[in-house]
């Protein structure tokens, strides 16, 4: 994991308010949109991260249950 997906996932743990998303995650990492779906799209490969239930347009993620 890199040092982007190591802080966000302490944030999640820590008690994330709200969903999060594609945009959330390059604002929190000061990066761009898509570096954020590239670190999210290899969590979820990862099984760290699955997607919310509700999709489309709004896709969240959250923590992947052990």
Do not use: H
Request: hydrophobic letters at 35%; charged letters at 25%.
């Amino acid at each position: 994991m890199n040092e982007r997906q190591i802080t966000l996932l302490n944030r999640l743990l820590d008690g994330f308010e709200g969903k999060l998303t594609t945009s959330k995650w390059a604002a929190i990492a000061k990066c761009s949109s898509d570096t954020a779906l590239r670190d999210i799209s290899e969590l979820l490969s990862q099984g760290v991260l699955r997607k919310s239930p509700t999709g489309g347009r709004s896709t969240s993620y959250e923590l992947a249950e052990p």
